[in-house]
């Protein structure tokens, strides 16, 4: 400890900490997030080096629990069949460690995606879990269940019929009530996934299963299908020690921003009633819309003032997430590949929200997002964003074609979603450095500060990230 700090008053002193620790735990929550979906926890270790050279801090990894291992299919991870032990088809409590402890000696923390509303639909919807084959298989192979577990005595069952809510299928989901109490059912018959009732035990198992994976090292959690939860289990599970140090940010997928039926149900009630992060899916709409024929991108220069963003410091933000392609619901929320790689420039290129990459390993789409975390243009942007974090944004052009920033004197973004090359005008008195090279990190283009008025180019359907060199 500094000698200096000795002599303050407490209340002085204490005070000059929470300064540091702001100033210190801020900054963090911007990092930029590799959500390594459906990857094997083995594969996300074996590229602890890469991650980290490309300049990701943090990584996004398939739900640590038990689930099915036939077929492998990916939202199979979303049906979990026991908490208390990692086992799937992508992984083990070892490799995840193992995966732990080699992203952490490059500097790079793990992010568990969790699955606590409901459970697996399997055995004619059945409610005991993990079920007897899987108790029967614990104690037939104790040595190997053991090094799999997180907590608990796997001598007994989970979870029974008394932990669940009525097996009713949602058909309503303007209805908030039977979102957060009834199932998440395919087409009829389909009996659904089983729904947890947060009783104390379940509450307490949930608890139990966080505290393990954070005793592990995980530094976040994502909390799926957030808006079936109640405010009152989520807040219950979710302690002030289980949540110190940890990045936690929910999953409530919307349509639109704060004038949507969705947003004022789910997404605007989690926000207000937890002090959780969220997906910004506001912000995901608003891009989409912008870069549209018919759009704007002038819509892009303040979000957050109209509406259609959340606030930088509650934000989870991304072009895309592992729902869109994967469910056939969401699928109208993919962009052309253009219009997302300027939707990546803009929310890697900002100064508000925590970035997501997504690479995906199921395939989906002709394996069009499998190696974009490594792509060039990804990589230079990440570079960028690690270049200008914690600079202050300040708008510098914005109509139908073009919005473009600066991020203090560090860097200037410009994104031009039309046809043809735009140049915009940058006003430079003490807002630039003069006489130094601005390069973008994705072609090498430079350009140089040297009058009051600066005109720079932005080629057509492209986006530019100018860092001072």
Request: aromatic share 12%; proline share 4%.
């Amino acid at each position: 400890m500094n000698k200096s700090l000795v002599n303050l008053s407490p209340r002085l002193f204490h005070l000059c900490t929470l300064l540091l620790f702001f100033c210190l735990a801020g900054p963090a929550k911007a990092d930029v997030i590799l959500h390594a979906f459906n990857w094997t926890y083995t594969d996300v270790k074996n590229k602890a080096t890469e991650i980290s050279n490309l300049g990701y801090k943090a990584v996004l990894v398939a739900p640590p629990l038990k689930s099915s291992k036939t077929g492998c299919q990916w939202w199979q991870r979303y049906q979990p069949q026991d908490w208390r032990v990692i086992d799937h088809c992508l992984g083990n409590k070892e490799s995840f460690v193992a995966m732990v402890n080699a992203l952490k000696a490059k500097g790079v923390v793990v992010y568990a995606d969790i699955v606590l509303n409901h459970m697996a639909n399997e055995r004619n919807g059945a409610t005991d879990f993990p079920g007897s084959a899987a108790l029967t298989d614990y104690a037939s192979n104790p040595t190997y269940w053991n090094k799999q577990k997180l907590f608990g005595n796997l001598d007994n069952g989970l979870l029974s019929s008394w932990d669940f809510h009525e097996a009713k299928c949602i058909s309503d989901y303007n209805n908030v009530w039977q979102v957060q109490n009834w199932r998440l059912c395919g087409a009829y018959p389909d009996k659904g996934l089983p729904d947890l009732n947060p009783n104390s035990y379940v509450v307490e198992s949930q608890r139990s299963y966080l505290q393990g994976l954070k005793n592990l090292g995980v530094k976040g959690f994502r909390v799926d299908a957030a808006k079936h939860m109640t405010n009152w289990h989520i807040n219950q599970i979710f302690t002030a020690s289980i949540k110190q140090g940890m990045h936690v940010f929910g999953e409530v997928i919307t349509s639109g921003g704060t004038n949507t039926s969705d947003y004022q149900n789910y997404l605007g009630p989690y926000l207000n009633g937890t002090d959780h992060d969220a997906y910004d899916f506001p912000l995901l709409n608003a891009m989409r819309n912008a870069l549209q024929p018919s759009g704007s991108m002038a819509a892009l220069d303040n979000p957050y003032a109209n509406g259609n963003a959340l606030a930088g410091d509650r934000a989870v933000t991304m072009p895309i997430t592992h729902d869109i392609p994967t469910n056939s619901g969401f699928r109208y929320l993919i962009m052309n590949s253009t219009d997302e790689h300027l939707a990546y420039a803009y929310v890697l290129g900002r100064r508000d929200g925590a970035p997501m990459v997504f690479s995906d390993k199921t395939g989906t789409d002709n394996n069009r997002w499998v190696d974009d975390y490594k792509q060039s243009d990804i990589k230079a942007m990440v570079k960028f964003h690690n270049r200008v974090k914690g600079q202050a944004q300040e708008s510098v052009w914005a109509d139908n074609c073009v919005v473009a920033f600066r991020r203090g004197k560090e860097g200037v973004v410009g994104i031009n979603k039309c046809g043809e090359e735009r140049w915009i005008k940058l006003n430079t008195n003490d807002k630039y450095y003069w006489y130094r090279n601005y390069v973008d990190t994705l072609t090498g283009d430079t350009f140089s500060i040297d009058a009051s008025v600066k005109w720079i180019r932005i080629p057509a359907r492209s986006a530019r990230l100018w860092a001072a060199s």
